[in-house]
């Protein structure tokens, strides 16, 4: 089986070498070719274009910042789209808005090309690991015939329903990781304001059964001021943006969400976009 990989940034390299190092035939294509240098000195082929990265391959995974990106790199005038073969299968793992995956898939079907989307839940060291979730939108044959390479790079694959829907669970998952960090933030500065030692607000607030169990992956970043992005600040706020876009085209209400995109958004105001999305406590604690 021949595979093409486009978008090779924290997560996509991983995936890709987990790929590479289970013995597929590996393509890769990044806009920065430096990305990629690891992946060819191991046995990976360099596609010139993302339409290079197309053809020839069974299944291509695209790993990308926002729909923007995802579309002009399957569509573009070097898109992987025109270079697909028919009834090859485009595996979209990016976060982006449930609508913008139907219309991919819709688009791909017109060209005679499958598609599911399957974003994943899980950051650097996950993926590193080979320790993703996968959440797949499409069909439950695809599905089936891609599961063993999901989990090739992570520990679990998940068929959510038709397409869309991996993409529609992916920022709910989102848009809790951000409001649950953002809560334990503005309570644990709160208390530091109020006297309260961090390390002795954190120990309790963790302890108690009102915060998320995830928070205390997160702890040694907030509590070392180490943040060096696992998951960067400027794609949670993004991943917010797609859940209350996501919201307005439903007539549905996002206040929380709405606001909480708003303070990332500060924070990204304030330089701290390439820093991991913990940083947000290091936004609220910081004084003007």
Not at 86 to 91: N, P, T, V, Y
Not at 203 to 227: C, G, H, M, Q, W
């Amino acid at each position: 089986m021949k595979i093409g990989f486009i978008g090779l940034g924290i997560m996509g390299s991983r995936m890709a070498f987990n790929l590479l190092n289970a013995g597929y035939d590996l393509k890769v294509y990044n806009r920065t070719k430096e990305k990629a240098e690891e992946l060819l000195n191991n046995g990976a082929h360099w596609a010139d274009s993302a339409k290079e990265a197309g053809e020839g391959v069974d299944i291509l995974f695209s790993m990308l910042e926002k729909p923007a990106v995802v579309e002009e790199m399957a569509t573009g005038s070097e898109g992987f789209l025109s270079g697909m073969q028919k009834d090859a299968l485009w595996i979209d793992c990016s976060t982006v808005n449930p609508s913008f995956s139907e219309r991919m898939s819709n688009l791909a079907i017109k060209t005679g090309i499958r598609f599911m989307d399957v974003p994943v839940s899980g950051s650097k060291v996950p993926a590193e690991e080979g320790e993703l979730l996968f959440l797949a939108g499409g069909t439950k044959e695809d599905f089936e015939e891609a599961k063993p390479l999901f989990l090739k790079m992570g520990k679990d694959a998940v068929h959510i329903g038709p397409a869309g829907k991996g993409s529609a669970m992916k920022i709910m998952i989102n848009q809790l990781l951000g409001q649950s960090i953002l809560a334990f933030s503005e309570s644990l500065n709160l208390g530091m304001a109020m006297g309260i030692d961090k390390k002795t607000g954190m120990d309790i607030l963790l302890k108690t059964p009102v915060t998320a169990p995830i928070l205390d992956v997160f702890r040694s970043r907030i509590e070392n001021n180490d943040y060096e992005p696992n998951f960067p600040l400027k794609h949670l706020q993004k991943d917010l943006h797609l859940f209350t876009e996501t919201a307005y085209e439903l007539g549905q209400p996002s206040p929380l969400t709405s606001t909480a995109e708003e303070i990332y958004g500060l924070a990204k105001h304030k330089n701290m976009a390439d820093l991991d999305f913990t940083a947000v406590f290091k936004y609220l604690h910081e004084k003007e």
